[in-house]
């Protein structure tokens, strides 16, 4: 609508009605228009559309409205750092329908021309155009594992009482997923061959195709498909290579071997007996990247993982005190439903106009809800957090009277994310040596497949972390992943404990725990160096200690 500029107080109708449909607890697919129309926002026409999308998936206002823009043009929505009204200055002025037209008109330096662009602006839309289009048939790890599952199962079906079992990026949780990749053992391929093209959601790319492997696009979401045909007895021998980096398979653990000889000398029955072969402790596939796995494996060393099931309380969330879609209140009960023992509230802070931060009053109004809610909920308890943004100059956006309020501090960057390495790292260690600080936040700012996040010296970061005895988060959003998995070994290194933290802003968001678990499993993260794995007594002591010790 805001693209066709429509009037501006439909859109806001429209606008309004969804942060009210936010809070609804209910399902709305079950709901009938009157239930619709007593949700005080939602009037007559918003239900009959909601209805509407129930029915048929769709309503047919978006459907005309779609009808009357170029696929392109919708494409151009998603760019990050610009909304509704620049696309469609670009689209009526410049006449670009495609992103491919809107790359080569930045390049050709026409963007900049157009009234309230500028070059700068038309240097970031052309690398954000240059970032989209290298991330073209990518998808995070959250949004990949159900399909890739989904088709293990139809797989399964179409070939009962076969070995099948999924392999590749899925089965080692790389954070993005380019192919699925699937082992079957069978001794009859071209049999195995044509049962795969009876799976509906298959579509075989015959070029690309061969005897002992099946090739095409899962059509629910996009991504490439490989389907390796293997003689049963090599099974277990194709499962491991095609679950490893190159880099994991390729070092040598003795002058003249790895565990590419290894596999090819003979068949295995599992994963296992590769690895008792070569005289290894079995190694995780999401640990196979070709680090230090290897001689942990070989000193019988390796690390017990992490495990969801080890965290006892939620850090970082947030409420309708900010941004969040559910109360305090019903953010805790839920936390405590699904069995933790405490949750961090850590709304944004007041530079975050824009995510409804809160000002001085609004930290003391919430942390007196606290104390009350907590009487309420023992022995479940809520810390008195914030996610206080970082400045340009690394200082916190509260003065000491109001940091020395909370239990801990989520130290974070929100904003002028244009920034060298040597700004950023600076920034973040300024921030980091605050002694208020407690816990340092998606420290990159990375939106995976959206935006690159700011350069910064990780090294440099983990260590003055170590030095200043702050926790690092890693941000279980899928998008973000945050600490990268690459550094969480060298944090362990460097005795800095790691958060796992899912910034949730509603009660389903605590769902992403398990892909910041998944996230530290792969770095070599065990529950003695996670501090939410601590009790709440445990994790209490700690914030009070820390307390005491800012002079």
Excluded at 288 to 297: D, K, P, S, V
Excluded at 389 to 399: A, M, N, Q, R, V
Excluded at 436 to 463: C, S
Aim: glycine fraction near 8%; hydrophobic fraction near 35%.
């Amino acid at each position: 609508m805001e693209l066709h500029d429509e009037n501006p107080f439909k859109i806001r109708s429209y606008t309004n009605a969804v942060g009210t449909l936010e809070l609804v607890e209910d399902p709305l697919a079950g709901m009938s228009q009157t239930q619709l129309e007593s949700i005080q926002g939602v009037g007559k026409g918003i239900a009959a559309k909601i209805v509407e999308i129930n029915t048929t998936g769709s309503f047919e206002e978006l459907d005309q409205m779609l009808a009357a823009t170029p696929p392109g043009v919708v494409e151009m929505l998603r760019i990050k750092g610009i909304g509704p009204k620049k696309v469609r200055n670009l689209w009526r002025e410049l006449g670009t329908e495609t992103v491919e037209e809107l790359l080569e008109a930045c390049e050709q330096d026409k963007v900049s021309k157009l009234k309230g662009f500028g070059a700068k602006t038309q240097e970031n839309i052309k690398q954000a155009l240059l970032f989209t289009q290298q991330n073209r048939g990518k998808l995070l790890y959250a949004e990949a594992e159900a399909g890739a599952e989904a088709l293990l199962q139809s797989i399964k079906a179409a070939l009962p009482g076969a070995q099948v079992a999924l392999a590749g990026e899925v089965r080692r949780r790389m954070e993005i997923i380019t192919n699925l990749q699937f082992i079957l053992g069978t001794s009859t391929p071209a049999t195995a061959h044509g049962a795969l093209n009876t799976i509906a959601e298959l579509e075989e790319d015959e070029r690309a195709s061969g005897p002992f492997a099946w090739r095409g696009a899962y059509t629910l979401n996009g991504l490439s498909v490989e389907v390796k045909l293997v003689p049963e007895e090599r099974f277990a021998n194709e499962l491991f290579l095609c679950s490893s980096s190159l880099e994991h398979l390729s070092q040598p653990f003795t002058s003249s071997t790895n565990l590419l000889t290894v596999v090819r000398e003979q068949g295995y029955t599992s994963e296992a007996d590769i690895y008792k072969s070569a005289g290894m402790a079995y190694v995780a596939p999401e640990l196979r990247e070709g680090t230090n796995e290897i001689q942990l494996a070989l000193e019988n060393k390796l690390p017990e993982l992490l495990e969801l099931t080890d965290l006892k309380g939620i850090l970082h969330n947030h409420s309708t005190y900010s941004d969040g879609a559910h109360t305090l209140e019903q953010m805790a009960v839920y936390c405590r439903d699904m069995g933790y023992q405490y949750l961090g509230i850590s709304d944004h802070s007041k530079t975050a106009s824009y995510a409804g931060g809160l000002r001085e009053g609004d930290v003391l109004r919430q942390q007196k809800e606290i104390d009350e809610l907590n009487k309420k909920l023992a022995p479940f308890k809520i810390f008195k957090g914030i996610e206080s943004d970082i400045l340009g100059d690394g200082s916190l956006d509260y003065d000491k009277d109001i940091l020395k309020t909370f239990d801990f501090i989520v130290a974070s960057i929100h904003s002028t994310l244009n920034m060298d390495e040597k700004k950023a790292t600076a920034r973040l260690i300024a921030a980091i040596e605050n002694p208020y600080t407690t816990m340092l936040g998606h420290p990159t700012g990375r939106l995976l497949l959206r935006r690159e996040g700011y350069p910064i010296n990780h090294k440099e970061v983990i260590d003055a972390c170590a030095a200043n005895n702050v926790i690092i988060e890693i941000n279980s959003n899928p998008w973000r992943l945050d600490l990268d998995w690459r550094w969480v070994q060298y944090a362990l290194d460097k005795g800095v404990m790691l958060s796992i933290n899912p910034d949730a802003h509603h009660t389903s968001g605590y769902d992403d725990m398990k892909y910041g678990v998944l996230v530290g499993r792969k770095g070599g993260l065990t529950k003695e160096m996670t501090f939410n794995s601590k009790s709440v007594e445990e994790a209490e002591q700690y914030f009070r200690e820390r307390k005491e010790k800012i002079k």
